[in-house]
């Protein structure tokens, strides 16, 4: 086995030192449609295509069409079907915020059989309570279930990843992510996505326990998923 998950994006997965640590909690942050679900996404049907299962913990409405458009680009060319790599995703939908915690909660009794836990997004609930006077009570809640997860991750040698929104700071003006220096903390790697004109993202590697803070990488979505900045798609990796 090896020490990563792949995000089924090379560029990325260079980024990252391999790509999602296992025994480790990665997070990816940035604004709106910064490719952060379809990072996640494509994780997860990495993990689904080697045969292995993954837990999709699903906050947001996932698009069962572009699940399955990802999929269908993975399985091309290779004996299984989109329904093989669908069948290897336990995807748990949830509402509000109990929901999320309990859905976290009950990743244990996944653990064992899955090789990657999705949690997409660990903060969107949380945003809407951002200014209110429990905000402190809701990170702190949001903080447990990424605890938990950790600590999963660590138990069964699997790769976490959740995806956190952005905020942006009223003093310096900059775009931090939600959770500050409680989540970052919990994060052994940090990775923010931007967006750029053409489709162009930018990942830029903001923590990690290996490499230097900083470092960037380009890539694309397209149809098939994630692809490196020459918009074709990565070799695969047998
Ligand atoms: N088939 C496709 N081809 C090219 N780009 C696509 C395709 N499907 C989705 N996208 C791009 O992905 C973007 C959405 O990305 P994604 O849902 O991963 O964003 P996100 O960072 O999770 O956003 P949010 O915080 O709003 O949930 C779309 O705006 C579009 O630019």
Known sequence: MTDHVSTGCD??????????ERGAVTQVYGPPAAGKTNLALSAAIEVAAGGDAALYIDT???????????????AAGTDQTVDDLA????????FDYDEQAEAVQDAAEFAPEIELVV???????YRLQRDDEDGGAALRDVARQITHLLSLARKHDLAVVFTNQ???????D?????GGH????????????????????????????????GDTAQFRITDK????????????RE
């Open 182 to 213: 409680t989540l970052n903390h919990w994060s052994g790697a940090i990775l923010r996505i931007d967006r750029f004109r053409g489709g162009n993202r930018r990942a830029t590697l903001e923590k990690h326990r290996a490499k230097a803070a």
């Open 119 to 125: 949690l997409d997004s660990a903060t969107g609930f």
């Open 166 to 172: 952005v905020f942006t700071d009223p003093d310096s």
């Open 60 to 74: 947001e409405g996932l698009s069962a069409d572009r699940m399955r458009q990802i999929a269908s680009g993975r």
């Open 11 to 20: 560029p990325l997965d260079e980024l990252l030192g391999g790509g999602l």
């Open 174 to 178: 900059r775009s931090t992510a939600l």
């Open 225 to 236: 998923g994630m692809a490196g900045d020459d918009g074709q798609q990565p070799p695969r």
């Open 87 to 94: 069948g290897r995703l336990i995807v748990s939908e949830v």
